[in-house]
């Protein structure tokens, strides 16, 4: 055989035990199959005796240590003979049990041996029965997964905790291993990452603090106190934490003293891996164990996790990013941030939509500060109020909340109906499209990029709805929260500066609308400012350039400049407005404009070091218009 002789060969005893095997007491176990396979061996004169035991081992899992081992001495032609208990022994999966029995050792001249089951490879009429075995076999595994999935969705039902070990923070109790208690120093960690997340720290911050200061990781920790699942493992640094096991930490519910079932599933029993389940199929049970986390902390997380942070060239991400929202088309405002003109530090915020371009929408431009200013303001009006007179302060919320979700409830009921409309349009055109298609109206190239344009539109809208509708849900449930709210500012005592942690844990949202042009190149700004728990109290507004008091009387012109001809000219002018092509302004100063005067529009705006226009801004006149094609420029004159 393959150059080798009968006896030099390999004699194969394999014994496989799973925990369901166990269950059926000693004559399945290790010690029992070892003692039927070598008798069987000893007696019928098989020689060079090999033990590949997989003890603990499902027979659907064929990745099993010691028959991967066997299954390589088979493809080296080292084995001649195999012979186990009986076929279940090799697996409960009659398809790869047939290719190994029917295909590989056959090929490789492998002779097969079931004791109880009577078959003998090298007895062909032993073997007619054997395909039956296999799906018996297969059919007995699938039963006893049924079984043992009903025992399991039972007792996740009941409320009762379906996991192995319990989280992080967590131990199980000794005296009913159903019940969790508080591991109080692994608990204290829990405590500060989710601090350290309202503090405006990442994951991978925070992972990178608890390791410089020689933090235990979870795996690590559990396993020194005999519990998870990786008792037994090697740890090259016990102190080494990774930014997604800050972020799976933070995104346990169970921290809030919840049970939560059936967040994963399996296709088939014959699965190894389990998938993630829709949060609509999960089983919630509350006030379970004692929570680590309150609700209110564990939901702030959760809405700071959403938006991603990224440091730039002035450091540490702005804290306001993820708050601020556009008043029109509801996106996220961008921050701009970076040395701006003249070496001066800028930081902005702008409408997403507007610099993606990906909505007809304005800048809604607002300068960071200016919003700090706002909320910190309001704030302090709030806090000083609420602690002076606590129980208007909770009728004032319950009457002003009530009001205002009536009016997002029906603003939300007239989006949802606008989005249902569009969604079963785009199903129309797709349907028209493939009849045009079919048709040979339009062709495949352009069929595929239409269909994908509508698709994508659709699978936005039903993201959309289902946001809607979740709002609305949200409308239904919830109720002023005004005690929270004064919890929270008993919390703080100081409200001098505004911290990133009170920025987080009282701003639920910030909705900017757009400027409106004031005189003197002034603007006002409403700014809506929604806190936690009770929502917005009072729409804020604001001069977001300059307040009235704040407009300069003049800006700087050196005495001998050239252009002081032409403010000479405009105070004679005695109209509301006046024109001028840039050909008269020449004449009046008696020279040529430079070239930025016919390229950019800015340069007839007052600014730092701009003396035409500065000059315009002191004879008491405002730029209403800039025609640079035509070269002409239209002036307001506005009057002290």
């Given at each position: 055989m393959f150059g080798q002789s009968k006896t030099a060969l390999i004699t194969a005893l394999y014994c496989r035990l799973s925990r369901d095997d166990e269950l059926q007491g000693d004559s399945n176990s290790i010690i029992n199959q070892?003692?039927?396979?070598?008798?069987?061996?000893?007696?019928?004169?098989?020689?060079?005796?090999?033990?590949?035991?997989?003890?603990?081992?499902?027979?659907?899992?064929?990745?099993?240590?010691?028959?991967?081992?066997?299954?390589?001495?088979?493809?080296?032609?080292?084995?001649?003979?195999?012979?186990?208990?009986?076929?279940?022994?090799?697996?409960?999966?009659?398809?790869?049990?047939?290719?190994?029995?029917?295909?590989?050792?056959?090929?490789?001249?492998?002779?097969?041996?079931?004791?109880?089951?009577?078959?003998?490879?090298?007895?062909?009429?032993?073997?007619?029965?054997?395909?039956?075995?296999?799906?018996?076999?297969?059919?007995?595994?699938?039963?006893?997964?049924?079984?043992?999935?009903?025992?399991?969705?039972?007792?996740?039902?009941?409320?009762?905790?379906?996991?192995?070990?319990?989280?992080?923070?967590?131990?199980?109790?000794?005296?009913?291993k159903y019940q969790w208690i508080v591991d109080e120093e692994a608990a204290n960690v829990v405590r500060r990452i989710f601090q350290m997340t309202i503090d405006g720290k990442g994951p991978y911050q925070i992972a990178g603090i608890l390791q410089s200061e020689k933090v235990l990781c979870p795996s690590y920790y559990l396993a020194q106190k005999g519990v998870g699942n990786n008792k037994n493992k090697v740890f090259a640094d016990p102190y080494r934490w990774w930014g997604n096991t800050v972020e799976y930490i933070l995104s346990r519910m169970e921290y809030m003293g919840c049970t939560v079932n059936f967040k994963t599933y399996k296709k088939s029993y014959k699965d190894k891996n389990?998938?993630?389940?829709?949060?609509?199929?999960?089983?919630?049970?509350?006030?379970?164990?004692?929570?680590?986390?309150?609700?209110?902390?564990?939901?702030?997380?959760?809405?700071?996790?959403?938006?991603?942070?990224?440091?730039?060239?002035?450091?540490?991400?702005?804290?306001?990013?993820?708050?601020?929202?556009?008043?029109?088309?509801?996106?996220?405002?961008?921050?701009?941030r970076g040395k701006g003109a003249h070496g001066l530090p800028r930081n902005n915020y702008i409408c997403s939509n507007y610099r993606k371009h990906t909505a007809d929408c304005t800048m809604h431009y607002i300068r960071a500060d200016v919003v700090e200013k706002l909320i910190l303001d309001a704030l302090k009006k709030i806090s000083r109020f609420a602690k002076e007179n606590r129980d208007e302060f909770v009728h004032r919320m319950m009457e002003s909340s009530s009001i205002q979700q009536d009016k997002e409830a029906k603003a939300c009921r007239k989006q949802l109906e606008k989005s249902k409309k569009r969604a079963a349009e785009l199903d129309t055109l797709i349907r028209r499209i493939y009849e045009d298609n079919v048709g040979g109206k339009i062709t495949d190239k352009r069929f595929e990029k239409l269909s994908g344009e509508y698709e994508q539109e659709q699978s936005d809208l039903e993201k959309s709805i289902a946001e809607i509708r979740a709002r609305l849900d949200c409308f239904d449930k919830q109720s002023v929260k005004a005690d929270k709210f004064l919890a929270l500012i008993d919390k703080y005592t100081d409200f001098t500066e505004l911290t990133t942690p009170m920025l987080n844990e009282f701003v639920e949202k910030v909705?900017?609308?757009?400027?409106?042009?004031?005189?003197?190149?002034?603007?006002?700004?409403?700014?809506?400012?929604?806190?936690?728990?009770?929502?917005?109290?009072?729409?804020?507004?604001?001069?977001?350039?300059?307040?009235?008091?704040?407009?300069?009387?003049?800006?700087?012109?050196?005495?001998?400049?050239?252009?002081?001809?032409?403010?000479?000219?405009?105070?004679?002018?005695?109209?509301?407005?006046?024109?001028?092509?840039?050909?008269?302004?020449?004449?009046?100063?008696?020279?040529?404009?430079?070239?930025?005067?016919?390229?950019?529009?800015?340069?007839?705006?007052?600014?730092?070091?701009?003396?035409?226009?500065?000059?315009?801004?002191?004879?008491?006149?405002d730029i209403s218009s800039i025609d640079l094609k035509r070269c002409t420029l239209s002036l307001r004159n506005c009057p002290i």
């Open positions: 070892k003692k039927i396979l070598s008798t069987y061996a000893k007696q019928n004169g098989f020689l060079n005796i090999q033990y590949f035991v997989d003890d603990g081992f499902s027979g659907t899992n064929f990745q099993r240590p010691d028959f991967q081992r066997m299954i390589a001495e088979v493809e080296q032609n080292h084995v001649g003979t195999i012979i186990v208990k009986d076929m279940s022994r090799i697996g409960r999966n009659y398809l790869k049990v047939g290719f190994y029995t029917e295909v590989m050792f056959r090929e490789r001249n492998v002779r097969f041996i079931a004791v109880n089951n009577g078959i003998d490879s090298d007895k062909q009429g032993d073997n007619d029965f054997t395909p039956f075995l296999n799906i018996m076999n297969e059919w007995y595994a699938r039963d006893t997964s049924r079984k043992v999935a009903a025992v399991y969705r039972a007792k996740g039902l009941e409320g009762k905790h379906t996991s192995s070990h319990p989280v992080y923070g967590y131990l199980k109790d000794p005296d009913n389990r998938r993630p389940a829709p949060k609509d199929k999960w089983s919630i049970f509350e006030h379970t164990h004692e929570p680590i986390i309150d609700e209110e902390t564990w939901h702030t997380a959760q809405r700071l996790r959403k938006t991603v942070r990224r440091p730039d060239s002035l450091g540490t991400p702005n804290p306001l990013t993820g708050l601020l929202f556009c008043a029109d088309c509801g996106a996220k405002m961008y921050n701009e909705v900017v609308h757009q400027r409106k042009k004031g005189p003197r190149y002034t603007f006002s700004q409403q700014v809506d400012i929604y806190f936690n728990f009770i929502g917005m109290v009072k729409p804020s507004e604001t001069k977001s350039e300059c307040t009235k008091d704040k407009i300069p009387a003049e800006h700087y012109v050196a005495k001998s400049t050239s252009f002081a001809a032409l403010g000479q000219y405009l105070q004679k002018q005695k109209g509301p407005s006046i024109s001028l092509t840039f050909a008269e302004v020449e004449k009046i100063i008696g020279k040529k404009l430079c070239k930025s005067a016919y390229k950019y529009a800015a340069y007839w705006y007052p600014a730092f070091n701009r003396p035409m226009s500065n000059v315009i801004y002191n004879a008491r006149f």
